[in-house]
């Protein structure tokens, strides 16, 4: 049972680089986040998807982007990294409706921006 | 918009009990979570209130008042692996807005 997993964990990146991360859950979920944690800043959202081939914007969703092609991945892309990206993210996701506020969070993964 | 406003740290003693409080700003919300999270891992679920009153999980409650926009969670009989911290969210049309967190430092 592997629940949800990031990949990669860690990952220095140049400014203007660009990069995906990737989200993969086995649980037959069918919400899915993307969050970014900075250090006093909590959990901030950044897209999140209700099901497959839907995307939503959450909190800080600027210079992000966001798909969801099959139901069990969630994949956060960086089109042209900045400094202010640099962050851990975290992915999660809940089974939906009444049970969308139990997350299950992946491993997190960290990213440096140069 | 939904914002949530928690303490930034609290520090207790082993064996005793801590409330960390709750409150928030929000149109409308299905329920209210709590989070853990230890130095370096991933958050993990504690706790939700769908309905106003208490709810225990072993050492673990949670309450929430939604006519006064407030909820807390309780940590009885702590113990040195409480230490970490702790968020409170609030859950509305398909996604989950966190607080900033309460660092909970338990001493011996």
């Known amino acids: 049972n592997a629940g949800v997993t990031q990949t990669p964990k860690f990952r220095v990146l140049k400014t203007g680089q660009s990069m995906t991360l990737l989200c993969a859950q086995d649980?037959?979920?069918?919400?899915m986040y993307w969050y970014r944690q900075d250090p006093g800043m909590g959990l901030r959202l950044i897209h999140y998807?209700?099901?497959?081939?839907?995307?939503a914007k959450g909190e800080v969703p600027d210079g992000y982007n966001v798909s969801r092609l099959k139901k069990q991945n969630f994949l956060l892309g960086l089109e042209s990294a900045a400094p202010s990206q640099t962050s851990v993210y975290f992915c999660a996701s809940s089974l939906g409706g009444s049970g969308a506020n139990v997350l299950t969070f992946g491993a997190g993964s960290r990213l440096t921006v140069l | 918009g939904q914002s949530l406003e928690q303490p930034s740290e609290v520090t207790a003693v082993e064996g005793a009990i801590v409330q960390i409080n709750c409150t928030y700003q929000t149109s409308g919300f299905y329920g209210l979570s709590w989070y853990q999270q230890h130095d370096g891992g991933a958050p993990t679920f504690l706790s939700y209130?769908?309905?106003?009153g208490l709810e225990e999980t072993g050492r673990f409650s949670s309450f929430l008042s939604r006519s006064d926009s407030y909820g807390y969670l309780l940590l009885q009989e702590l113990q040195m692996k409480d230490s970490a911290s702790y968020f409170c969210?609030?859950?509305?049309?398909?996604?989950?807005?966190f607080g900033k967190g309460t660092k909970l430092s338990v001493k011996p």
């Open positions: 649980m037959n979920h069918e919400y």
């Open positions: 969210a609030l859950g509305s049309q398909g996604n989950l807005i």
């Open positions: 209130n769908a309905l106003d």
């Open positions: 998807s209700v099901g497959e081939g839907t995307t």
